[in-house]
């Protein structure tokens, strides 16, 4: 069964920046502002806000990002495919970061308004600030 779930559209334009695989953490990550680093045997990869990307590596802007809202066990099953498979099916490509509590979609500026429809297609909902 798929999982309908709660999504929040943040704000922020995001880049994807990827940097050899030893480059030094810039210390601007220690900042508070969300962000995701990933080193793997392969390459350093970080996912932040537009105006904090590293300026010395590859670099790919113009992301925006869908949350998850709410915290999810976990122990659930299916909540990443529940968004993955409508967002394939419209043939919107994204990168898929999850945490403990929360699982994050960021995908070009150019497919949001695409991305929004198939999601609530799929039966979830965005939330918005109140």
């Not at 390459?43 to 925006?64: K, S, V």
């Amino acid at each position: 069964m798929d999982q309908k779930l709660k999504l929040r559209l943040l704000d922020e334009k995001f880049a994807v920046s990827l940097m050899p695989q030893f480059a030094e953490l810039p210390s601007v990550f220690a900042k508070g502002e969300m962000c995701f680093v990933m080193r793997t045997d392969d390459d350093l990869t970080i996912i932040c806000p537009e105006f904090m990307a590293p300026d010395n590596g590859q670099q790919e802007i113009g992301y925006r990002c869908i949350r998850t809202e709410g915290q999810i066990p976990s122990n659930a099953t299916g909540i990443l495919i529940s968004l993955v498979k409508p967002l394939t099916e419209a043939e919107i490509s994204i990168f898929a970061v999850s945490t403990f509590h929360s699982d994050y979609i960021f995908l070009m500026e150019e497919h949001l308004v695409k991305a929004t429809h198939a999601l609530q297609h799929a039966g979830h909902e965005f939330v918005h600030e109140e």
